[in-house]
């Protein structure tokens, strides 16, 4: 079974400090009848999120196979050669790769095959996933975000049904018990890919409601004055639920600044050694998780935690701290914000702040 997901989750403590609530792993869960395990880090029931005392059993919350409103927070895990069946979500999908290799599949005809650090911002389009390799696993993560549904002149296209992805999904595992083989696919060609820079694919609808690559390019890591850190701004929107229109593509704001202003926020962010991002409070919900490197929270409350490759926070509105503590290597992270409700604490609401 692969290794599960170590998470910390915070919280406000009676006087408005950050404290950690838990501090766990979670299982990676294997699907019934595939090759492939995932897990839930955390889940919302809507957005902007609930980070109060209310919303605290997140976890436990049974999202299903797709989103239905609100976000999802999850690590998903494909075998060698399974695929996905062809599906659409009403969602905005924040996805970066971990390890192995991850074919994405429109329903269009474009093919992309992303690799261990690149990114992706699937805009409610029809797709499925495969994993090219034929002795590699693949892991990567993924935020699911709830957004409207697609416009396309007159029409409305609506999330894929349950039933439909069951069914999908058993032809599938029939074709291959009974030894019969698809048609073989062709690879899609390697990315030329930049040293430093973070590889960014994004998806869109063409004039027949068909799903197609939008952009493929390379982001760097920019510093931001005043910060130790840099960071590359994969994604963002100016609310939620989004609208994933061609408007929202062309009109979204690229520099969002150091603080956060609503919506939904993709970061990638990277601390050089003995460098920090100073204490801060965001009015979001902050899914996290350490790409390379060491990472230390520090909670306003007195509290510490270090993170390793692969561990996760879910930050729930508290002010917190980033500090990179090693003396040898620099540390990089993938941050995903969403807007939250205001929080109030003992009549006085806690406000967003840069310490």
């Known amino acids: 079974m692969p290794k599960g997901v170590r998470r910390i989750v915070t919280k406000h403590s009676e006087t408005g400090k950050a404290v950690v609530f838990s501090a766990q792993e979670v299982p990676i869960k294997k699907w019934a009848g595939a090759d492939a395990a995932g897990s839930v880090v955390w889940s919302t029931a809507g957005v902007p999120a609930d980070n109060s005392d209310g919303d605290l059993d997140a976890d436990k919350r049974n999202v299903g196979m797709t989103?239905?409103?609100?976000?999802?927070?999850?690590?998903?895990?494909?075998?060698?050669g399974f695929s996905s069946p062809m599906h659409r979500t009403l969602s905005t999908d924040y996805c970066l790769v971990l390890s192995g290799e991850l074919e994405l599949r429109l329903d269009g005809g474009d093919v992309i095959r992303l690799f261990a650090g690149d990114t992706l911002v699937q805009r409610g389009t029809n797709h499925a996933w495969r994993n090219p390799s034929k002795t590699a696993r693949c892991r990567f993560v993924i935020c699911m975000i709830e957004s409207e549904p697609i416009k396309i002149g007159a029409r409305s296209l609506g999330p894929t049904p349950s039933w439909k992805m069951i069914v999908s999904s058993l032809k599938t595992l029939?074709?291959?018990?009974s030894g019969r083989q698809s048609t073989p696919e062709s690879s899609p060609p390697q990315v030329d890919r930049k040293?430093?820079?973070?590889?960014?694919?994004?998806?869109?609808?063409?004039?027949?409601?068909?799903?197609?690559?939008?952009?493929?390019?390379?982001?760097?890591?920019?510093?931001?004055?005043?910060h130790d850190g840099g960071e590359a701004v994969v994604w963002s929107t100016s609310n939620i639920p989004s609208a994933n229109s061609d408007g929202e593509f062309m009109d979204r704001?690229?520099?969002?600044?150091?603080?956060?202003?609503?919506?939904?926020?993709?970061?990638?962010?990277?601390?050089?050694?003995?460098?920090?991002?100073?204490?801060?409070?965001?009015?979001?919900?902050?899914y996290c998780m350490v790409l390379s490197g060491e990472l230390e929270l520090l909670l306003d409350g007195g509290e510490t935690v270090t993170l390793l490759p692969g561990e996760s926070t879910v930050l729930r509105g508290t002010s917190h701290e980033w500090r990179n503590a090693r003396r040898d290597a620099s540390c990089r992270f993938v941050v995903f914000m969403i807007e939250s409700q205001p929080i109030t604490i003992n009549g006085k609401t806690l406000e967003p702040a840069l310490y």
Not at 195 to 204: I, K, W
């Open 67 to 80: 989103l239905h409103g609100g976000s999802v927070f999850r690590v998903t895990e494909f075998g060698p």
């Open 174 to 177: 029939l074709t291959r018990s």
């Open 195 to 226: 040293p430093g820079f973070l590889r960014r694919v994004v998806t869109a609808h063409d004039q027949a409601g068909k799903a197609v690559v939008a952009s493929d390019e390379a982001l760097s890591i920019s510093a931001r004055p005043g």
């Open 253 to 286: 704001k690229v520099d969002v600044g150091a603080a956060f202003q609503g919506g939904s926020l993709f970061r990638v962010m990277e601390l050089q050694p003995e460098r920090s991002i100073p204490m801060l409070r965001t009015r979001s919900i902050d």
